[in-house]
C-alpha cells in the first residue's frame, strides 16, 4: 500500500478539492441510512463504472472501500495493480492506494486491518451482490472467513446516488450532446442521407462526424434503419441501399469526458407518404406530452403514460413496444427506467431520455428521443436538433 501524493490520512481539506470526494461523502450518508439488517461499517465497490464515479480511476482493474462513519473516511481507498500505479496516483490523488492485482480480497485485508489496528470489534463490509460474479464472492468469503469479516450483500447502492448528476456531470453530457447535435447537421449537409447510400455508410460517415468534433468514443451501436427496417426498434445497419420515400430512424450518441448522449430523429426521402406524415405527427405529440410530464418528484409511471395514452389513443398502442427513456450518464442506460412497470418518483437533477415510438412490421417506424435534464420546473433540453417533420 502507499498513501497517494502523500496525503495525510484524514485531510478533509484535500478531500474536497476532488469532485469525487463529495460523491464519497454521500455515499457514506447513504451507507448511515441503510436498515438496520444492511447496516455495515464499509462498502467495497468492485463495479468498474462505480469505481470510476466514486475516484476518477479510469483503468480496467480496480476497486474502492468507503467508510461509513466519517471519522474513518482518511482510510477511504482504492485499490488497482501494478499497471496503473501511476495512473491511480493521478486520476485519484486524495485517496489511499493498495496496489494488488486481485483487488477485493486486497481491499477486504486493508479494511480488516484498519479496524484491527483501531480496536475495533469484527468488521460487516458491505458487497455489490448485484455485479459481483457467484466466483468472485466465493473467492471473496474464503478471504473474509480467514480474517473473521462478515459480508452484506448489497445492491444499487451507488447506482442510486448516479441518478443525480453534478454540475460536471451536466457539463460532461451536455457537451456529449452537442458534439451528437453538430454531427447529424454536418451529416445532413453534406448531403450525407440520401437514396442510394447504404444504412452502413450512413451510420460510419455519422460516426466519423462526432469524433472529428470531439468525441472520446461513440455511445453505443449506432442505429440507421431505413424503410421496412425503421420499424424494428435496436435495427443494426446492414448494406440496404436507403431509397426514396424511405422513412430513416437514426438513433446515435457520442461520449465525452466519460458520459454519454442519446438522441433519435427520424427522416424521409422524397415525397413522404399520408401514413407516414400522420404516425409521426403522433409520436411528436407523444413525445412532447412525456417531456412536459418530466417534472422532479413525478411518478415514473406516470410519465410514461403522459406519452404513451397519446399513441394509444390515436390506435396504435399495440405498435409501442418499449419504455419511455432511460437515464443517462457515465452508462447509456442507468437508473431510473421510466416505463409502464416503473416504480418511484424522479429525482431532481436527474438526465434521462424520453423516446416514443411507432413501429408498424413490414412498413417502417418511427421514433423521436432527446436527452433532459430533470427539475422542479420545465426539463433541461440537452439535445437540440429540431424535431419538426423533415424531408431530405
Not at 427506467?337 to 415510438?357: K, Q
Request: net charge negative.
Amino acid at each position: 500500500m502507499f498513501n497517494n501524493a502523500d496525503m495525510q490520512k484524514g485531510d478533509a481539506t484535500m478531500q474536497q478539492n476532488y469532485p469525487t470526494a463529495e460523491r464519497r461523502a454521500r455515499l457514506t450518508e447513504v451507507l448511515t441510512q441503510l436498515p438496520e439488517s444492511e447496516r455495515v461499517d464499509a462498502i467495497l465497490v468492485s463495479n468498474l463504472v462505480n469505481v470510476r464515479y466514486l475516484t476518477g480511476f479510469t483503468g480496467s482493474n480496480g476497486s474502492v472501500i468507503v467508510w461509513s462513519d466519517v471519522a474513518d473516511r482518511g482510510d477511504d481507498a482504492v485499490a488497482t495493480d501494478g499497471r496503473y500505479t501511476a495512473q491511480i496516483g493521478e486520476q485519484a490523488p486524495d485517496l489511499l492506494a493498495v496496489i494488488d492485482r486481485d483487488t477485493p480480497p486486497a481491499l477486504l485485508s486493508f479494511a480488516a486491518d484498519v479496524r484491527a489496528t483501531a480496536g475495533a470489534p469484527g468488521l460487516r463490509l458491505g458487497v455489490e451482490a448485484h455485479t459481483m460474479t457467484i466466483a468472485g464472492f466465493a473467492a471473496l468469503r474464503t478471504v473474509a472467513d480467514e480474517r473473521g469479516v462478515e459480508l452484506v450483500p448489497l445492491t444499487d447502492t451507488v447506482e442510486r446516488l448516479r441518478e443525480v448528476k453534478d454540475a460536471g456531470e451536466v457539463d460532461s453530457i451536455t457537451s456529449a450532446c452537442a458534439i451528437a447535435d453538430d454531427a447529424l447537421a454536418a451529416l445532413i449537409d453534406r448531403g450525407g442521407i440520401a437514396p442510394g447510400r447504404t444504412e452502413r455508410e450512413v451510420a460510419r460517415d455519422l460516426e466519423w462526424e462526432m469524433f472529428a468534433r470531439g468525441a472520446d468514443a461513440i455511445a453505443f451501436e449506432t442505429i440507421v434503419a431505413a424503410g421496412a427496417n425503421s420499424a424494428i426498434p435496436h435495427h443494426r445497419p446492414t448494406d440496404a441501399a436507403l431509397q426514396v420515400s424511405d422513412l430513416v430512424k437514426m438513433d446515435f450518441g457520442a461520449v465525452r469526458g466519460g458520459y454519454h448522449s442519446d438522441m433519435t430523429r427520424t427522416f424521409v426521402l422524397g415525397e413522404p407518404h399520408d401514413w407516414q406524415r400522420e404516425i409521426y405527427d403522433i409520436v411528436e405529440a407523444a413525445q412532447r406530452a412525456g417531456r412536459e410530464a418530466l417534472i422532479a418528484g413525478a411518478d415514473l409511471a406516470a410519465v410514461d403514460a403522459a406519452a404513451r395514452t397519446v399513441i394509444a389513443d390515436a390506435g396504435y398502442g399495440q405498435y409501442y413496444v418499449h419504455g419511455l427513456g432511460h437515464g443517462v450518464g457515465l452508462q447509456i442506460h442507468e437508473r431510473p427506467g421510466i416505463g409502464a412497470a416503473a416504480s418511484g418518483t424522479l429525482p431532481d437533477g436527474a438526465t434521462v431520455t424520453v423516446e416514443p415510438g411507432i413501429y408498424l412490421p413490414g412498413r417502417g417506424g418511427v421514433r423521436i428521443e432527446d436527452t433532459l435534464v430533470v427539475t422542479d420546473a420545465r426539463p433541461r433540453l440537452l439535445t437540440t436538433t429540431p424535431k419538426a417533420f423533415r424531408v431530405l
